[in-house]
């Protein structure tokens, strides 16, 4: 083992044991502590928070300090198991996006779980795209992004704009998403002693918390069980220390045989949503992130 492993493990142990520890406190010091950890994201000099309300649903416009696209923009819905997170908690994302970009970046507190079970958090995604459009974007002018929770909602916010016969976005970004509920992807066992962000406990409680009584194979919870036929192009992130790195893959395999432009990079050494934090690689992603969007904006 090389310094450079042997520092990647000490890091995921001192990861993995706050987690824990956050894990075991109620649900409400849960989510306060993911805000705390966001809100030291807030004084960065390179970007502008706009706090605004959409039809009471509580949302943040992130804007690079600097001449950008405004007639591109990023939805970004963030992750947290359906049961916790925010737009405060995603700044640790959201404002790397934006200056990476130049663009735009709208996030939002969709209605979480348990106290607003499936399917609240896919009407309240639905609800700031239409957004969007009321202001006058077009869906070609919308990049749709997401970790975790919020890269399961990326998929379903496209399946519901199909279902409806409506416009999509130019295309899409999924970090490390949550794509099938069944928890049958092989990383399930292989990663589970080495993630050290996700438990398979942890996964259960979310789906209890938000599925009910819902399929598990339903493609609006399950996204891994839809038909992509028609869906923009589609990028993935996934580190291959985390229990859901064949949620990634098997989705990148089902999107090129539904004939959909799918790219996956697979980063050794990293976990669950590793772009959060604060480190060379993280930026590097999402920059990678960037050059996509570039590349399909046009």
Request: aromatic share 10%; net charge negative; glycine share 8%.
């Amino acid at each position: 083992m090389n310094f450079k492993e042997k520092g990647n493990q000490n890091l995921m142990k001192a990861i993995k044991a706050v987690h824990r520890m956050i894990e075991n406190s109620d649900i409400d010091k849960y989510r306060q502590s993911q805000d705390n950890l966001g809100s030291i994201y807030t004084n960065s000099k390179e970007v502008e928070f706009e706090d605004i309300m959409i039809d009471g649903m509580p949302a943040e416009w992130v804007t690079a300090n600097r001449p950008h696209q405004e007639r591109k923009v990023i939805l970004y819905c963030h992750g947290g198991g359906f049961k916790t997170g925010s737009f405060r908690y995603a700044r640790s994302i959201t404002t790397k996006l934006a200056t990476s970009t130049s663009m735009d970046v709208l996030c939002f507190d969709y209605r979480l779980a348990p106290e607003h079970p499936y399917p609240a958090a896919q009407e309240d995604v639905l609800k700031a795209w239409d957004y969007l459009m009321y202001l006058g974007y077009g869906a070609r002018d919308v990049i749709v992004a997401g970790d975790s929770a919020g890269g399961n909602l990326v998929l379903t916010l496209v399946l519901k704009l199909k279902e409806q016969g409506r416009k999509l976005p130019k295309g899409l970004v999924c970090i490390s998403p949550w794509t099938d509920m069944t928890l049958q992807g092989r990383s399930h066992e292989t990663r589970m002693e080495i993630d050290p962000v996700l438990s398979r406990d942890y996964l259960i409680s979310s789906i209890n918390a938000y599925v009910g009584g819902e399929e598990l194979e339903n493609p609006f919870i399950s996204p891994l069980f839809a038909d992509f036929s028609g869906f923009p192009p589609v990028y993935i992130q996934v580190g291959d220390n985390e229990i859901l790195l064949h949620d990634s893959i098997c989705l990148d395999k089902k999107l090129r045989k539904a004939g959909v432009y799918s790219r996956i990079d697979i980063f050794r050494g990293m976990w669950h949503v590793f772009q959060m934090s604060p480190f060379k690689k993280a930026y590097d992603a999402m920059d990678q992130i960037a050059e996509f969007i570039f590349e399909i904006a046009g």
